[in-house]
């Protein structure tokens, strides 16, 4: 009999708990389950510029799109012609019918290849593939084709702009990289020099000089490396020292990014001829 009591009572309780818990919810509001704004772009991805269609799945009422560097365009229409013609890109469309507003922003899936780098040339010649020690010696990465189809230097498969990121050149038998100069007209300005001197000079982007093996060993006050040869706006060194060195490679490192932040690097084995004596003298011509 105790028992049949106690459990009446456990089971009574128990009721009393549940309704006190729902009893306690009753009040609470239920938020109705609101369908999202459903969009598309056709095409959904590609390569700036390039048009596509807004489409939305949603009739009557009234929408306001919203596209990347342009004015807001109200419509009727679910569907929307645009261009995109930016990076990044959006298109936010608003849909309003009453008391109803719904949001959706699109973007598209960006297509893009990296620069293309190619062999520089070396003193602005296509067939040479050569380097002297210590010798002045250009370098030429921007592109060039020659009337055989030949193909030098850096371009961009999509026509962007590109920018060069990095430039290092290690001689074999050096333990650091070799010390790049860059005169230009503009004074010193990374990854620039003028072609040619007097009236015919031009601004190259982007090119380098070169003295194979040399590496810096006293700078300017202005922190600039000093020159084994006279170059624009570069302290000559006073004395310059050519080593005996056997045949070797020269690794050219390149990097070149695009404006949409894309990126390439490639490595190039450049021979440099053997120098069979050891010279010291006032700073070289070259």
């Known amino acids: 009999m105790k028992h049949r009591i106690r459990l009446t009572l456990l089971v009574v309780g128990a009721l009393i708990t549940l309704l006190i818990v729902a009893g306690c919810q009753f009040g609470a509001p239920i938020d109705p389950v609101v369908a999202p704004l459903v969009g598309r772009l056709s095409p959904s991805r590609g390569h700036p510029e390039f048009d596509t269609t807004v489409s939305i799945e949603k009739t009557g009422g009234t929408f306001l799109y919203e596209v990347t560097g342009h004015d807001p365009v109200p419509s009727n229409s679910n569907t929307f012609d645009t261009t995109v013609d930016a990076w990044p890109w959006s298109c936010k469309v608003t849909w309003i019918q009453g008391d109803e507003v719904k949001i959706v922003t699109l973007t598209p899936t960006l297509v893009n290849s990296p620069p293309v780098i190619r062999k520089p040339r070396i003193n602005g010649a296509f067939g040479l593939w050569k380097a002297w020690p210590y010798d002045k010696t250009t370098v030429f990465l921007n592109y060039q084709n020659d009337h055989l189809g030949h193909e030098t230097g850096i371009s961009d498969p999509d026509g962007d702009e590109w920018t060069l990121t990095g430039l290092e050149i290690k001689c074999d038998l ?10 230009s007209r503009y004074g010193v300005e990374q990854y620039h020099i003028d072609n040619k001197s007097g009236c015919g000079a031009r601004d190259v982007y982007p090119a380098a000089v070169w003295f194979p ?9 202005n922190g ?4 084994p040869a006279p170059i624009p706006w570069y302290e000559l060194l006073a004395m310059s020292v050519r080593k005996t060195v056997r045949w070797q490679n020269a690794e050219l490192t390149i990097t070149a990014e695009d404006c949409f932040g894309e990126s390439s690097t490639e490595r190039f084995l450049l021979p440099i001829a053997p120098l069979l004596q050891t010279t010291s003298a006032m700073a070289f011509m070259g």
């Open 224 to 227: 600039l490396p000093k020159s």
């Open 213 to 221: 093996m040399y590496t810096a060993a006293e700078f300017s006050d």
């Open 174 to 183: 050096n333990d650091e990289a070799d010390t790049l100069f860059y005169p």
